[in-house]
């Protein structure tokens, strides 16, 4: 009788518990608009949620350590005309987030540290371009202010932030709705599905589709795509019978999956999120109740299930903290945000271990908030790994970073000379500036107020001098 060898792998006890009661947020009206996104974003610094809001869209920003009930007063951040679809905070300045509304336009935000006494209605910047809703928004990985959003005119653009302008718009790949939009790890390519069941490779910057894979899963319903750490495509999507499925592929060779496995019987879109780090792909139905787990590794069966945490409540959304914002001292390799009905529950996943030192096999060095590339850059060809950072003395968020915006003269098509100018007080939006920003801004105006008045004050005594002396 053969026995059987267990499988070697320091995930294998991944542990997922819900924080407690006090941890949670509560009295939070989340969006009951019908649409498969996550409705919530989480960074170091803030937590940010789709929320109910009449005559347009909304989310509220929370900073992380502002738990228990939130007031039915606290202020959102407001702006669009019809329901908020999706948001994303940009990962490399924890104050600004991008929203996407039914209204067809994008939205850039500076969020302040301090809690603002009214609802914040001014973005940094919006962005025209689509001609139907804007469903989707995913920032560039290593590139400054590089925004790609796709909408339902089938069409994916590409933004640089910075300036307000398109770097580029792929219009004609597409033939019916983008379901999912991923990059990968360096930005250089594009993973996308949409309602015509056929898997894209596409290279953005050739506008061109690299690989493709027509019913990757035979269901009508969604499909979901991401990048793994391998370069593989790993997919959520459904049978021709409506029963769940994953699927991991190697775009080299789209013929065959390299692993294809039945889940369940039920309608909720499967949304993976996946960590590099650790390889470990976990998967959050909407209306389920339940978050399995996975590791994707080089060998058969190459996706191997490690457990399922599970609660009794289902879930509206899902928020996936980035690795630099997790507790080290912990364990802890994964945080989610579960939205309820009316509130936001912290779920946390550790690896028991019973030193408290630093887990050097658990945390290698992750992507921190320095981008590797200027978009310009990244235009003109150049790609670049994700600047890396350790987490051995854990990870302290930087302190107010202000996104400035300095829109090009679009009637001057030749490129800017020298340094790009930035925006001064007089003509950038108030709603960019802190009260911080103001005041020292002010301050220095002043101070060169007043050095141009002792210069006047001089070159005026120096005239009179000279008059005196020719006569």
Request: glycine share 6%; with cysteine.
């Amino acid at each position: 009788m053969s026995r059987r060898v267990v499988r070697q792998s320091k995930f294998r006890h991944v542990f997922g518990q819900a924080a407690k009661a006090d941890q949670a947020y509560e009295d939070i009206r989340v969006s009951k608009v019908t649409w498969d996104s996550s409705f919530c974003a989480v960074n170091p610094k803030f937590l940010a949620i789709i929320v109910e809001a009449g005559g347009g869209g909304a989310f509220i920003v929370l900073p992380l350590a502002k738990t228990g009930r939130v007031d039915k007063n606290y202020p959102l951040v407001t702006g669009h005309t019809a329901p908020v679809l999706d948001i994303d905070w940009c990962p490399h300045n924890d104050n600004v987030i991008a929203s996407a509304s039914d209204d067809t336009t994008i939205m850039v935000w500076q969020i302040p540290d301090y809690t603002p006494m009214r609802n914040i209605t001014e973005p940094i910047l919006t962005l025209e371009g689509h001609s139907k809703r804007v469903g989707i928004l995913s920032w560039h990985p290593t590139a400054r202010n590089v925004l790609l959003s796709a909408g339902g005119d089938n069409v994916i653009i590409i933004w640089n932030v910075g300036t307000g302008e398109v770097l580029l718009s792929l219009e004609d790949i597409h033939p019916d709705v983008i379901h999912s939009v991923c990059w990968n790890s360096n930005g250089r390519l594009l993973a996308t599905t949409c309602k015509d069941k056929t898997l894209r490779i596409i290279d953005p910057r050739k506008g061109q589709v690299v690989a493709e894979r027509f019913a990757a899963h035979e269901g009508m319903r969604p499909m979901r795509a991401v990048f793994t750490r391998q370069g593989h495509i790993f997919t959520t999507g459904f049978t021709r019978m409506s029963q769940r499925e994953l699927g991991l592929w190697d775009p080299n060779n789209f013929e065959e999956p390299v692993a294809l496995q039945e889940m369940d019987t039920s309608n909720g879109v499967l949304l993976p999120f996946y960590d590099p780090d650790s390889s470990i792909v976990y998967l959050c139905g909407k209306g389920d109740s339940s978050i399995r787990y996975f590791e994707i590794t080089e060998e058969p069966p190459f996706v191997h299930y490690l457990n399922t945490f599970s609660s009794k409540e289902p879930q509206r959304g899902m928020g996936f903290m980035p690795k630099r914002g997790l507790d080290v001292s912990k364990c802890e390799i994964a945080r989610f945000y579960k939205l309820h009905e009316r509130k936001c529950e912290p779920i946390i996943m550790t690896v028991p271990r019973k030193s408290d030192l630093f887990q050097d096999d658990l945390y290698p060095d992750t992507p921190g908030p320095e981008p590797a590339l200027e978009a310009d850059e990244w235009l003109s060809g150049q790609d670049a790994e994700p600047v890396l950072i350790s987490l051995r003395d854990g990870y302290m968020p930087p302190k107010h970073r202000e996104l400035r915006v300095t829109k090009r003269n679009i009637l001057d098509v030749r490129p800017t000379p020298g340094p790009r100018r930035s925006q001064s007080a007089s003509d950038a939006p108030l709603s960019q500036h802190t009260l911080e920003t103001l005041l020292e801004e002010i301050k220095a105006l002043r101070e060169q107020v007043q050095a141009q008045e002792q210069r006047i004050t001089s070159l005026e005594n120096m005239l009179c001098e000279l008059v005196d002396g020719t006569d």
